[in-house]
């Protein structure tokens, strides 16, 4: 029991897991994060806290660590705790079967989970899944242009569930709006959002710039896993050390911001889902022809040129290399929270 405990701290920072050599070494650490959790603990005390899950390694890490640490728990969410995905539309065969899997463990740990699929209402009428966007409106995404799918396919489609959720949960008076999250901050204060970004991909980190009013006076966000120095291989080691399988990364099978292997990765897995991309690729080409600029999916050189570079490039890695590739890249790593 008492081993279990060191590994899990292990991990927590790189002198740990690389520095320290004795016992006594790894008490005197361990004590210096508790007491870093214990003075953030403090600062904390929230009614709500929620986890922003996206069905990647990350995330999971997050709710792994909130069954399993007690510190953690107590640190980061001391009262109510629920999980919330929104779905895309587009995920992975083997990210659905992962968040199957998350749903059955929730139940199995007392612990809400909710996957807003797009037939529960809070998906945009013109945002229902990420395929239909592109086929009703001709555009394809295109890594050179702002994003908006983590917007409308994530964010606002988690922030609608939840006004809806506590307007429910907390017997609030008023919904609509945003009109339940002021209602709760007056009562509660503010809701916390635990995301996962892990340590070396802070700039994924939203700068609050852009944020609406509401959301700047009644969300706090958290992230945890850089507070806790935590970079992606320690959330593969924190996993495995609580007895539990490391999912695949998670993004949409057509992220514009995937690169050239995990395209040829595309190729080799979903050719039917690449063809239909390039179709939608062509069919914005044909709907912009008359702009000064019309880029596709990674700019001037479109997916089937690019396919070829690829080809070209990565050619001779196997399945067997380009699956390990894919197990460790790829999410929505250009998009801020
Ligand atoms: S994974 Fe890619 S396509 Fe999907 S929402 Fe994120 S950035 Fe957009």
């Known amino acids: 029991m008492k081993k279990a405990h060191i590994l899990q701290y292990d991990l927590f920072t790189d002198k740990l ?8 070494e790894i008490i005197q650490a361990d004590k210096r994060d508790r007491e870093n959790l214990m003075q953030k603990r403090y600062s904390n005390n929230q009614k709500l806290t929620v986890l922003s899950f996206g069905g990647g390694q990350d995330s999971t890490a997050l709710l792994y660590l909130y069954v399993n640490d007690k510190a953690f728990r107590s640190t980061y969410a001391p009262n109510d ?3 919330i995905m929104s779905d895309t539309g587009n995920e992975h065969e083997y990210t659905y079967e992962h968040i199957e899997y ?5 139940e199995k740990h007392n612990i809400e989970f909710y996957f807003i699929t797009k037939d529960m209402g809070f ?10 966007q592109y086929r009703a409106t001709s555009t394809c995404g295109s890594n050179r242009f702002r994003k908006n799918c983590t917007v409308n396919l994530k964010i606002n489609v988690i922030y609608r569930f939840l ?6 949960r907390y017997k609030l008076r008023t919904i609509g709006e945003k009109a339940a999250y002021w209602e709760f901050v007056e009562a509660f204060g503010k809701i916390t959002v635990l995301i996962g970004i892990a340590q070396k991909e802070e700039k994924r980190i939203s700068d609050n710039k852009d944020l609406p009013a509401w959301m700047i006076s009644t969300i706090e966000k958290q992230y945890p896993l850089v507070d ?3 970079d992606r291989k320690a959330c593969q080691q924190y996993i495995l050390s609580v007895g539990e399988k490391v999912p695949m990364p998670s993004n949409c099978k057509i992220c514009p911001y995937m690169n ?4 040829l ?3 080799r897995n979903y050719p039917g889902d690449f063809d239909e991309w390039v179709e939608f690729e062509a069919n914005k080409i044909i709907k912009f022809k008359d702009s000064p600029v019309n880029l596709g999916v990674f700019g001037e050189k479109l997916l089937p040129e690019a396919l070829k570079e690829a080809e070209a490039l990565y050619g001779h890695m196997t399945m067997e290399q380009l699956n390990e590739y894919k197990m460790s890249h790829g999410h929505c790593v250009q998009s801020q929270y």
């Open 17 to 24: 897991l690389n520095g320290a050599t004795t016992l006594e």
């Open 163 to 168: 006004e809806d959720y506590i307007y429910t």
């Open 265 to 267: 990765w595309l190729y």
């Open 123 to 132: 998906h945009g009428r013109t945002w229902q899944s990420l395929k239909e």
């Open 260 to 263: 050239l292997v995990e395209l």
């Open 81 to 83: 705790f629920v999980v």
């Open 228 to 230: 806790l120095k935590m």
């Open 102 to 106: 998350i749903k059955t463990y929730c």
